[in-house]
């Protein structure tokens, strides 16, 4: 008797537990994983363009999809301990950008992930090939380096005569570091003497502008997650040095640096949310292949270059995409 009733015990809960778990289920919102690599409001607008595109497509959120943000603030260390609690939530998609995509891929090869700004996955080892990803990665490819010329075009026609350039880049994201051999390449048959100032984390910022001597005429912003972190910081440091600065990242102009051009970032994003949308509907990351981006833009902050006593060349002034007084 007692065999007989443990195996009837068993039996029931054989039957029992996928009910409970089939109820479960049915009840769970598809959840999206948001790692941001700097801070909440640093990314508002990116994430603003994800979540209203997701809307669009019929993705409400806390209604029919729910979605966990979390914020690295500038500290790459965190990239992994967030990727690993995404993980243990079991989400059904992560969405980030940059070097955090590296991170996450080291914690999981099976949840699918969303790129909504990288700078090179190939070389970073995050894909295959950008028209076919394979694994469990897609998303949206910058390619910084491939515009770095057009950014040092640029600077030149706002510094005539520049000789002394000085790049501030994150030494410990290759990518990053990929875009600074272009801007020296660019730059040698020039005639443009170039300087590194290399940092790895928010403390090296104020010695690396120590190190510039008097004859660096202006300066290269390597856009990455610890530059974005601190955009207030390095434009304070770049006009006390009387440095015209460039980046990539409209952000780094509205911030106070000089200039900006380089890809629609809000765009990236809800074109992210356009895969996120495919994949929550059944479509495997390997089949989405890497998408480029299709709109560019020009800023140019006007307070900043009266403050420089520079005058920015009419035919500059007319490509612009916006201009902040």
């Known amino acids: 008797m007692e065999r007989r009733q443990f195996i009837a015990l068993i039996g029931g809960a054989t039957v029992a537990w996928p009910r ?9 919102l598809p959840t999206i994983g ?9 990314w508002s607008s990116w994430t603003g363009a994800f979540v209203t595109r997701l ?52 914690k999981t090869s099976t949840i699918p992930i969303v790129l909504g700004v990288a700078n090179d996955p190939v070389r970073d080892g995050l894909v295959m090939s950008l028209a076919r990803p394979g694994g469990n990665v897609t998303g949206l490819s910058v390619q910084q380096a491939d515009s770095a010329g057009k950014r040092l075009g640029l600077l030149r026609q706002i510094v005539p005569g520049l000789r002394r350039l000085g790049i501030l880049a994150n030494a410990g994201y290759p990518a990053v570091m990929l875009e600074v051999g272009e801007v020296e390449a660019t730059a040698r048959p020039l005639g443009i003497e170039t300087t590194r100032m290399e940092i790895r984390r928010a403390e090296d910022i104020a010695p690396a502008f120590k190190t510039l001597d008097s004859g660096v005429e202006a300066l290269y912003v390597a856009a990455d997650a610890l530059t974005i972190s601190n955009q207030s910081r390095i434009s304070s440091l770049a006009l006390s040095a009387r440095l015209p600065s460039i980046s990539a990242l409209r952000k780094d102009a509205e911030a106070g640096g000089l200039i900006s051009y380089g890809a629609n970032i809000p765009d990236l994003f809800r074109r992210a949310g356009d895969l996120v949308d495919k994949i ?32 920015i060349p009419p035919g500059v002034f007319a490509i612009a995409d916006e201009v902040i007084e």
């Open 280 to 311: 929550l509907h059944g479509t495997k990351p390997s089949d989405l292949p890497i998408e480029q981006p299709t709109k560019f833009e020009l800023v140019i902050n006007v307070k900043t270059a009266k403050a420089l006593g520079l005058t």
């Open 55 to 106: 809307r669009e497509l019929g993705w409400i959120e806390g209604h029919t999809v729910a979605i966990e943000y979390r914020w690295a603030e500038g500290r790459n260390e965190r990239f992994v301990e967030f990727a690993a609690e995404f993980v243990r939530l079991e989400v059904d998609v992560i969405v980030t950008a940059g070097v955090a995509g590296v991170a996450v891929k080291q």
């Open 34 to 42: 948001f790692l941001g690599a700097s801070s909440q409001s640093g």
């Open 20 to 28: 409970a778990g089939q109820a479960q289920q049915a009840g769970k």
